[in-house]
């Protein structure tokens, strides 16, 4: 045994996740923001373009504030998420990094256990919102079933964008990177159907909302929150948060290999 | 396999950079190797090649008779590593980093926490164990980290400049501890260090490093007496200097001294002290004061690189 049987992968993932978890809970200022802002924005939103469900064309939904409830949770957990990639460049400043590198230890299970507090914080994030969203007059019509299914798309999510960030520490080993990164999944978000149904805007903006995943996965989502259950929805608000946590995960493990040779 | 480190021809290039230029090192089982040298000779580049985390551009080494390139899974397994800076997360308590540093290595559960309490215990951190690492001294935590390096008792233990920035009665009490753990369990230590007086007081054997290569190599007596004869100043009555020179031209050369004393370059070393002083007592000359100052580290690192280690200022990372 070396690092590399399913029983120590598990071991070291499990005690990597175990402080990564301790990490958020003890840091509120990485996360509390986080909370904050998404309801903040949805507040004013809701409060701003009300509305703007009565344009012919919208979507059939009972408020703007449901409308809102995917864009305000997927919004929360990647504000959260880069957090993972700030861990990991602070570990590489400090060095700490090194001595996990210089245990018998294999490397995805470092990159996988890292993942563990974003995950767990955007799953609080997703029932927090809900329960807030719903309590403020927003329906959720998908349900209980819907409901697991929008804590996995957001834990996934919140993995796919923590594991970019990592991706950019590792590349970087820097944290001011990591933060200058940011802004590429606000951006993404807004460029989505988060906040306005991109078939009524037309233009750029409907090119490049339809092209963006992070359309694909709100959309996904809010039929769960819309509609209703649906297995197809949930499948698809799933599986593109999956791919996503693929692709960034299989980059972080790159930028992992390509430093370990710097 | 009585040498658990070697490294044979071990070259880094970052870039244009040559770090480390073609170092040889022979470490026997049970010794304290002292890797001497100032900032930026490539003392750490080469800890890190030895201990896996970077990629060697050429040459080879072994720890404990394995590979570090091709086999660097068995490597991690039987090396334990401190290094530069104490590199442990400030968010964690002792206890729990120790916890984690186990798992890594295989250890679980109960036996994880014992070994854990008796790790504590011998680095003085009993009672500081459920504080957080942020809240920890210098000392401290190049102590916890010390401890996290032995949760597996490694064969060979890397220490990377371990006492930097330490106060000295923190330095002492680390000297300590490795003393104690190489006398007790026999562990080969390779210690990188800047200081002077460290390598003197802990390495049984000390390579010096300059620009990526190794300059001098031995044992410190030794490497000081190559350096030249220690030089003996005596305070004689200065009207029997040319009575006491021409008895001490036959124990060395003069050199030159204070007007109200006498100085040679002893042969032999200090060991000649005391016939000195006899030869002068038999004709009565009267020796008020004595000083011997033996080359030290200091000299040796000067006659190979023209330069003094002592005091130098300190630039970029080793």
Known sequence: MHGTGVASWIAHAGVMARRSVRGVV?????????????????????????????????????????????????QGVMFGATSAGTEQAIDMENGFNDRLLAAPVARVPLLLGRLGGIMVLS?????????????????????????????AVSALMGAAVGAFSMAIALKT??????????????ALVFLSSA??????????????????????MIDGTRDLVVQGWSLQAAF?????????????????????????RS | MDHPIVAEGLVRRFGDLVAVDGVDLHVARGEIFGFLGPNGAGKSTTVRMLTTLLSLSAGSATVAGYDVEREPHIVRRVIGV?????????????RELLKLQSVLHGIKGRVASDRGDELLERVGLTAAADRR?????????????????????????????????????????????VRRLNDEFGTTVLLTTQYLEEADQLAGRIAIIDGGVIVREGEPDQLKSEVGSPTL??????????????????????RPARSERVAIGLEGGAARVAEVVRSLDETSIEVTHMELDAPSLDDVFAEATGRRLEGAAETGAG
Not at chain 1, 173 to 186: D, H, K, L, M
Not at chain 1, 199 to 211: C, I, N, Q
Not at chain 2, 233 to 254: M, T, V
């Open chain 1, 26 to 74: 003890r840091q509120p200022q990485l996360w509390a923001p986080s909370l904050v802002f998404p309801l903040f924005f949805c507040a004013v939103s809701a409060a701003a373009f009300g509305r703007t469900t009565n344009l012919p064309g919208f979507p059939e939904v009972d408020s703007f504030l449901t409308f809102l409830v995917p864009a305000t949770i997927m």
């Open chain 1, 123 to 151: 799953v609080v994030q997703t029932l927090l919102f809900t329960a807030v969203l719903v309590i403020a007059g927003a329906s959720f019509a998908g349900g209980v079933a819907g409901l697991v299914a929008m804590v």
């Open chain 1, 173 to 186: 080993g820097s944290v001011e990177a990591v933060n200058g990164f940011f802004p590429i999944f606000f």
């Open chain 1, 195 to 216: 906040f306005f149904p991109p078939e009524l805007s037309g233009g750029w903006f409907e090119s490049v909302a339809s092209v963006n995943p992070v359309t694909w």
């Open chain 1, 236 to 260: 698809r608000a799933v599986g593109v948060a999956a791919s996503l946590l693929v692709l960034f995960l299989s980059l972080a493990l790159r930028a992992l290999r390509s430093s370990l």
């Open chain 2, 82 to 94: 401190a290094l530069q800076e104490a590199a442990i997360d400030p968010i964690m308590t002792g």
């Open chain 2, 133 to 177: 690492v942020g809240t920890y001294s210098g000392g401290m935590k190049r102590r916890l980290d010390l401890a996290l390096s032995l949760v597996h008792e490694p064969e060979v233990l890397f220490l990377d400049e371990p006492t930097t920035g330490l106060d000295p009665t923190s330095r002492q009490a680390l000297w300590e501890e």
């Open chain 2, 233 to 254: 100043r005596l305070d004689i009555d200065p009207s029997r200097h040319d009575e006491a020179r021409a008895i001490l031209s036959q124990y060395g050369e003069s």
